[in-house]
């Protein structure tokens, strides 16, 4: 009877082990979840206020005293950004969808941000009373737990926006 209850407690202890690996693998990546998130969101900070404030146009305000955005510098400062970030991390994979509101007065884009982000139910209209950049990022997220069950790898979605007072 005694050797009945040393099986019963090592197949309880192996069970108990093996759901408590399990709960650890799901803290983990939902860690990871949120790690990853943080990080995208601060490289897409970081790419719009390098588009915003290196892609100013200052002939325009020497002109007519409103400062504009240069479209092209300010998407390729914004973009220097990202694919330095993403190399320094070791992410081949990933999207990018970097917009430029040059005008004094801003304006909207229609179905920007181009997929929900963060807790928004659908793609939104941007719209900015200023000259501006908006930056999307969508990172993939590898699993550690849920790899082993098949599911496909999480992408994280983000967009920050910089633009420039007057």
């Known amino acids: 009877m005694i050797r009945d209850r040393r099986a019963q407690s090592a197949v309880w202890g192996f069970l108990g082990m093996m ?9 983990v990546d939902i860690y990871r979840l949120y790690a990853a998130r943080n990080w995208a969101y601060t490289v897409a ?5 390098a588009g915003a404030s290196r892609g100013r146009d200052w002939s325009s305000m020497l002109v007519d005293g409103n400062i504009r955005l240069d479209p092209d510098m300010s998407r390729s400062q914004a973009l220097a950004v990202i694919d330095s970030a993403m190399s320094s991390r070791g992410v081949v994979l990933f999207v990018n969808d970097v917009r430029v509101l040059p005008d004094p007065g801003g304006g909207v ?11 928004a139910s659908g793609a939104g209209n941007w719209h900015s009373s200023e000259p501006a950049v908006g930056v999307y990022l969508e990172v993939p997220v590898n699993w550690l737990m849920l790899n082993m069950l098949n ?16």
């Not at 759901?19 to 803290?27: E, H, K, Q, R």
């Open 19 to 27: 759901v408590f690996i399990a709960i650890a693998s799901g803290l």
């Open 45 to 49: 900070q970081e790419a719009a206020m």
């Open 109 to 119: 884009i229609t179905g920007y941000p181009p997929q929900p982000v963060r807790l």
């Open 151 to 166: 599911l496909n790898e999480k992408t994280v979605r983000v967009f920050a926006a910089a633009g420039v007072a007057h």
